[in-house]
DNA sequence: GTTAGGTATGTAACCGGTTACATCAACTGA
DNA sequence: TCAGTTGATGTAACCGGTTACATACCTAAC
């Protein structure tokens, strides 16, 4: 079944045929109206690979994201999604799962399919995967963070600075003993940059970094409260904790719930992403409001224009906004024990 | 950059190019070296599109799921793209966002790319794309729900025998007024499937269905805390709550929080889904285990062989297990009160 | 009546790999 | 020494659309 084959059977060429279905105002209304029929009879649906293969162009954009398990990057995919189906671009999503290897195969793979732009989560990657993108002329933006390197376009928001504005909050409010539950910083450089804002922040406040009071962990909420059930039942635990995702948060939060300790009476917690769940919980989480769906939208945009004009993609820093609810409150005057 | 270009460079022929790439072994070793060197130095990337164009093989698979919100689907997705890597394929992961316009597009995109498989999620949708999916060879198979049209190969777990279980035990802790949370039954059958279990079990245990204690509602948990909350604060609420999905159930259990209504001991609560939080959260929620690695693995398997050695896709059964945790306890004996 | 311009359609090259088949050299064994 | 076999490589058709260009026909204007 192929349109050589339709043309036989409709009395007429091949390009018509593949006008009739491409440009059906460029073919007379009886011919085209016979033609469709039996297109529609056949049920023929054109290769797709050898449309875009002769014509040049894919109409696909890749999206890299290290995870598909959190849904603020499901909510990120949605906005990309929506912006590209409205410019006629197909998206292929694919989940690195944290790892360098996967992604560089994935990206290798989207190379291969010829998308014509590329979207990558987090910046830190080998350098010959740029020049590869780069010597395919394939227009690509990093998101999530924000290169140091100005040749590579990141559209992002500044997470050293979020992080900072959520720890600066916990020291505003008298909080000393501040803990720090992060993703593991080796393979997620915003983890790295989250980290480094609350050490900073520490240190400009004359307050010691304390190693112990960090904790690495992977994504999962049950490992997740495990980290906060070990840091909240020390000596000398804590009084607050910048957890640098919203699903460590909540397995904070859980872990202090089962563990009697009172949030925000005996600790302050501040997650990170925002997600519609920390309304929701008891109480309501702190967070820092990250903009997916206008960090998606605007990185969507920006290959849109780069793959139909040949605008190159520049640099852009969306916003974030810290929400403060119920989980965090000013420190005890005194070092008040906890339990 | 193509191969011809490569083969002039190489001083041999396409073919030779061709073979050294896909069949290393086939090409003398030092002409291998030689070709491989120029493939690196000149950072040649093959064609995607034409070479499955020519092979007449994409390995590609399709995923259709209805949201990437929801993380069951992430760990589904994550089984299936593990199978599917280790045989060689690739899988297209596509969102329909529960829209029935969406997914036929997604479909017919995916026939289009000549796919070689497709994973569809639910049952219930036009029977045309699946003369469409049977027209053009496409193996296909469903989850998450089984079609009662044994033409349609499913291979998933019992929506009704799982939701009947889960309710069933609801009403032998002596619950009578037992409300549901489910999810839109007219563009979701899993839903459907869990709502027409619920009110057989009332039925058959002589409990009246009352309309006014099921709430169906969109999968966003703001939205079901909701509607938990006006379940519970009408003037006879409901003594168990069965939700049909673990997000729902979160924003029940959340909801009663807020409203000092306990759990278990004012309302019973069980989900669906057995999401990792639900072991977090305080007290542990019982939900309906759904074996999302297990389908997801003998989906793929079963696309595998299909593709591979023309096996037609069989449907198969995978079981559920009823995880009882804190949120359930037996009714109170007498009709008491809440708040 | 001739020519210019426009519309509908056909012809065929082309996109960039893959692979069946052909070719040729080198080696094996009688 | 020569037929037979093996291994390495080359030739060219092919996959199924798209589209530049050619062609044929019709209408309108001078």
């Not at 109206?33 to 109409?59: C, N, W």
């Not at 690195?96 to 987090?122: C, D, F, M, P």
């Not at 922040?201 to 304390?210: C, D, G, M, T």
């Not at 994504?219 to 804590?238: G, M």
Request: proline share 6%; hydrophobic share 45%.
């Amino acid at each position: 079944m192929t349109i050589r084959w339709l043309a036989r059977h409709a009395g007429v060429s091949v390009a018509t045929i593949s006008r009739a279905l491409r440009h059906p105002d460029r073919v007379a209304p009886e011919t085209r109206e016979r033609i469709l029929k039996l297109v529609s009879r056949y049920q023929f649906v054109p290769d797709g690979r050898a449309a875009t293969f002769s014509s040049r162009r894919t109409g696909l954009v890749g999206l890299v994201v290290p995870t598909i398990s959190n849904s603020i990057y499901a909510e990120f995919t949605e906005a990309i999604q929506n912006r590209l189906q409205a410019a006629g671009l197909s998206l292929l999503i694919a989940n690195a799962n944290y790892s360098a290897e996967i992604e560089a195969g994935i990206i290798r793979k989207l190379i291969e399919s010829r998308v014509e732009g590329v979207i990558l989560t987090g910046y830190k990657r080998d350098a010959a995967l740029y020049n590869l993108l780069r010597h395919y002329r394939i227009p690509f933006v990093v998101t999530w963070s924000t290169s140091p390197e100005p040749a590579i376009p990141s559209i992002s928001f500044d997470n050293y600075a979020a992080a900072t504005e959520a720890v600066e909050m916990l020291i505003s409010l008298g909080h000393r003993r501040i803990g720090l539950i992060c993703g593991v910083t080796d393979i997620n450089d915003r983890a790295a940059q989250r980290f480094d804002a609350y050490r900073s922040a520490l240190l400009r406040h004359k307050i010691r970094f304390e190693p112990e009071l960090v904790s690495e962990q992977p994504f999962e909420i049950e490992v997740s409260a495990e980290a906060a059930t070990r840091l909240v039942t020390r000596k000398n635990p804590p009084t607050a904790l910048f957890c640098a995702n919203d699903i460590q948060a909540l397995g904070a939060l859980f872990a202090c719930q089962r563990l009697n300790v009172r949030v925000p009476e005996d600790i302050s917690l501040i997650g990170f992403d925002d997600l519609p769940i920390t309304r929701v919980v008891n109480p309501p989480l702190s967070s820092v409001h990250v903009p997916a769906k206008l960090m998606g939208q605007a990185a969507a945009d920006a290959l849109i224009d780069a793959a139909r004009n040949g605008i190159p993609v520049t640099g852009q820093t969306v916003g974030t906004e810290l929400m403060m609810r119920g989980s965090t409150a000013p420190a005890a005057s005194a070092n008040t024990k906890i339990r």
